[in-house]
């Protein structure tokens, strides 16, 4: 089955739920580029973040539906199959901390090479693996645990900015698979949809998380390669810590999405909240897009 075959069987609308949040709004002039957060951003996640930073979701059936869905036959394992593949999980960061990474990211797909061999030589699966077959496992398993769908409204701002010359970009914690989901649900590849490549920052690219600099650099250095200063950028994210204080200390202006309870997240140090207040606030895309356009 195809990639985005996967994508579409597993993916279904999912509930946004308000917050009592009160929009800070106003007009954002000079804006060249818009860049965005994915996870409880762009997309409505399952678990308001993307699966890697919530090893709680995982569970043993979801990783033998996944397994069977892609052809592998999986004998009785021995041990729960989530606590070795949440222990692979770990192995690889610690890897990435070992090198001095302070926020470390990881490459899912050898995460899933290594455990996947694993089990074949206990006996645990059977089958052929291949790096077709092992994507398709991560494919199955992801959008089963953390199934996405675009947010009511980012069509049609992705639409408007286009249509207004303004450059989108991303700046995520992301996997290959990231991208494929992008372009799957919003049925359009991404330069279609107007985004960028130089200011596309997908972090299993770069081994760091956000709040790390390495990725705002990235794009800052993108921003510079298309004739963009930060502050013509907008950065839209849920999270302070994560997304607007990193994003404003980079010079980007910040709009904090505070409309969906799974994903909207203030918590951070105090003294860093109080130092960094976004530029705006906001509940629903079309509040943004009227900020803008």
Not at 122 to 143: A, C, M, P, W, Y
Not at 161 to 176: E, M
Not at 256 to 279: H, M, Q, W
Request: hydrophobic share 40%; glycine share 4%; proline share 4%.
């Amino acid at each position: 089955m195809a990639a985005s075959k996967i994508i579409q069987t597993l993916s279904h609308p999912l509930e946004e739920i308000p917050t009592k949040v009160k929009p800070k709004l106003k007009k954002l002039s000079d804006i060249r580029a818009v860049v965005f957060d994915i996870y409880g951003t762009l997309l409505v996640s399952n678990v308001g973040s993307n699966s890697m930073s919530d090893t709680s979701v995982e569970n043993d059936e979801a990783i033998k539906e996944a397994l069977i869905a892609s052809d592998f036959e999986v004998l009785e394992p021995k041990e729960k199959l989530s606590e070795q593949y949440v222990g692979y999980i770990n192995a690889h960061y610690d890897i990435r901390r070992s090198e001095g990474i302070l926020y470390p990211e990881i490459n899912i797909s050898d995460v899933w090479q290594d455990y996947l061999n694993e089990l074949f030589t206990q006996g645990i699966i059977d089958g052929d693996l291949t790096e077709r077959s092992i994507k398709r496992v991560i494919l199955n398993h992801e959008f089963r645990v953390n199934p996405v769908w675009p947010r009511k409204g980012t069509l049609e701002l992705l639409r408007s900015l286009q249509d207004n010359d303004i450059c989108s970009g991303v700046i995520s914690t992301a996997q290959f698979y990231t991208k494929l989901a992008l372009e799957t649900l919003y049925q359009n590849s991404l330069d279609t949809l107007g985004f960028k490549k130089p200011i596309c920052i997908w972090s299993f690219e770069h081994w760091h998380v956000k709040p790390s600099d390495v990725l705002f650099e990235a794009c800052i250095s993108g921003l510079e390669s298309l004739g963009i200063e930060s502050d013509e950028a907008l950065y839209i994210g849920n999270d302070m810590h994560n997304d607007i204080i990193p994003a404003h200390k980079f010079g980007f202006k910040t709009a904090l999405f505070a409309g969906d309870k799974k994903s909207y997240n203030i918590t951070s140090r105090e003294s860093d909240v109080n130092a960094c207040k976004p530029t705006v606030i906001f509940t629903e895309f079309s509040q943004l897009q009227n900020c803008l356009l």
